[in-house]
């Protein structure tokens, strides 16, 4: 079975500037998370879908950071305009629902210079 | 707030050694517990979980028994090996509203042979 992708791995931009990332989950997995882990910190949680609808977005800061899962399977991040302190390792994890494990992919790590 | 609060890292010990990383954490309700695993360039791996007070999660020789009295989550394996090398993460999950994964700051272990 495959897992869940993510792309890039890696991504280094200059603040100011936009970045998206990209996530497919595993097949038939109705709930999909981002999460932000900085260095040295776990993982929290940005925003999780479920299908296509938001479930909890209340520590996502809507200013900059966006995301989209159309037609309920991939799901793009988007940051516009980048800080230095969005530099991190941006996960995305999905779930057969709520309450079930939830499986993580590699991970985008982004450095803003 | 949720909270989880883990030993502070890093630990370093001799393969064979006794491993011990403390887990604590602070929730609103009756949480579900949860070990994850992050080897080195590999994203996060759920290792073990419990959903109730007094219950035990196990699995590759490591264990975790959920203490209400204590509001601990205590990982523990008997004798460890250099491939166990990996940085732990606790987390808990209230099984209320959204149902977010909630991370503790993780615990880097390196096992020396």
């Known amino acids: 079975e495959a897992g869940v992708a993510q792309s890039p791995r890696y991504k280094i931009i200059e603040k100011r500037q936009s970045v998206a990332f990209w996530c497919n989950p595993i097949s038939g997995h109705a709930t999909l998370y981002w999460y932000q882990q900085i260095l040295g910190q776990g993982p929290k949680l940005l925003i999780q879908?479920?299908?296509?609808?938001?479930?909890?977005d209340s520590q996502l800061p809507k200013d900059r950071f966006s995301a989209e899962r159309l037609k309920g399977v991939d799901s793009t991040l988007k940051i516009q305009p980048a800080k230095l302190e969005d530099s991190a390792v941006y996960l995305c994890?999905?779930?057969?629902?709520?309450?079930?494990?939830?499986?993580f992919g590699p991970g985008t790590r982004l450095t803003v210079l | 707030g949720d909270s989880v609060t883990q030993m502070e890292g890093p630990v370093t010990l001799s393969e064979e050694a006794f491993l011990t990383i403390n887990c604590t954490y602070t929730?609103?309700?009756?949480?579900?517990l949860f070990w994850y695993v992050q080897y080195p360039g590999e994203g996060l791996q759920l290792l073990l979980k419990a959903t109730k007070a007094d219950d035990k999660g196990s699995n590759k020789g490591f264990e975790a028994t959920y203490r209400k009295e204590t509001t601990s989550f205590h990982l523990e394996k008997g004798s460890v090996q250099v491939s166990d090398s990996a940085v732990y993460f606790c987390a808990l999950r209230v099984d209320q509203g959204a149902q977010k994964l909630v991370f503790g700051q993780g615990t880097r272990l390196t096992i020396n042979p």
């Open positions: 879908f479920q299908n296509n609808g938001v479930v909890d």
């Open positions: 994890a999905s779930s057969l629902g709520t309450q079930d494990t939830q499986y």
């Open positions: 929730a609103t309700g009756y949480p579900s």
